[in-house]
């Protein structure tokens, strides 16, 4: 993670430190990217037995309850995550208030985020800042774009996910 030097991680580090357990992901609809991170996000934490954490998603649109994008369940089912269950919803300030950490995919969910509750202003971060990239780098929505754009979407989610999971629950030496 080249992130690991910056002001931001800085932070991200000192809230997981101080015992950071409810994890909310938000993006525009919270039918593609936010319930992909969540699904994997608990997929990881269940793999490594860590206990105590609460994982939800949520969109800054009111889409009724819509279930997750097709392919996103799909691509999440081969790597045996299961996400036919999901069901969309938006953003509202009792979530905020309840997470810990709060991972937005572009900048305008972070900076939705922190309009619907600036007190929680600290605790929100790209989600990108856990990854190889460079901090600021979004992740684009994949709605409605061709089949390999959803891959690599999801492919990157994976990747930043199993980083938070390792910052969450680090992986138990043998």
Known sequence: MTSIGSPEFSRLKRLVESGARNILFVCTGNVCRSPAAEYVLRHELTRRNADGFTVHSAGLLD????????????????????????????????????????????????????????????????????????????????????????KYCFNRIFGLAKNLADLLAPPQSS
């Open 63 to 150: 889409l009724s309850a819509r279930p997750a994008d097709p392919k996103m369940v799909d691509l999440a089912g081969d790597r045996g995550i299961f996400m036919k269950n999901h069901r969309s919803r938006q953003l509202n300030p009792d979530l905020i208030e309840q997470a810990d950490l709060i991972f937005a995919m572009e900048f305008l969910h972070r900076d939705e985020a922190v309009q619907r509750a600036p007190a929680a202003k600290d605790k929100i971060f790209l989600f990108s800042l856990l990854g190889p990239e460079t901090d600021g780098e979004e992740i684009s929505d994949p709605l409605g774009a061709p089949g390999f754009i959803y």
